[in-house]
Nanobody
C-alpha cells in the first residue's frame, strides 16, 4: 500500500487542523492505520491508531481529548482531526499502515509509511 499524507500547515495555538492520508490499493479496509510525529531533534513518536474497521482507536496521552483519528474505507483515507493545538504539537506527521488487525502504538508494527506533512503551531 502507498500512503500520501496532506493537510499540514502553519497555525496558531488553540487552532484546529485536519490531516488526511490517502492510500492506494483495494485492500485499505484490511489495514490498521496509525499517525506518528517527529519533532526536530526528537525521535518519531506515536500519536494515534485505528483498527481496520474503525471500531477501535488508541491515543498517546499527550493528545488524548484533543486529537481524533477516523477513517473512511470507501475513500481509502484516514484522518487526524487536531483541536486545541499547542506549540509542542509542532512536528512532521506521518501516517502508517499495518497488516495487524488491532490497534498498535509501536513503530515496528507498521510496515508502510507515508512521506509526512509538516504541522507548525505558533504561540
Amino acid at each position: 500500500v502507498q500512503l500520501q499524507a496532506s493537510g499540514g500547515g502553519l497555525v496558531q495555538a488553540g487552532d484546529s487542523l485536519r490531516l488526511s492520508c490517502a492510500a492506494s490499493g483495494r485492500t485499505f479496509s484490511s489495514y490498521g492505520m496509525g499517525w506518528f510525529r517527529q519533532a526536530p531533534g526528537k525521535e518519531r513518536e506515536f500519536v494515534a491508531t485505528i483498527s481496520p474497521s474503525g471500531g477501535r482507536t488508541y491515543y498517546a496521552d499527550s493528545v488524548k481529548g484533543r486529537f481524533t483519528i477516523s477513517r473512511d474505507n470507501a475513500k481509502n483515507t484516514v484522518y487526524l482531526q487536531m483541536d486545541s493545538l499547542k506549540p509542542e504539537d509542532t512536528a512532521v506527521y506521518y501516517c502508517a499502515a499495518t497488516t495487524g488487525g488491532n490497534v498498535y502504538s509501536r513503530r515496528d508494527n507498521y510496515a508502510y509509511w507515508g512521506q509526512g506533512t509538516l504541522v507548525t503551531v505558533s504561540s
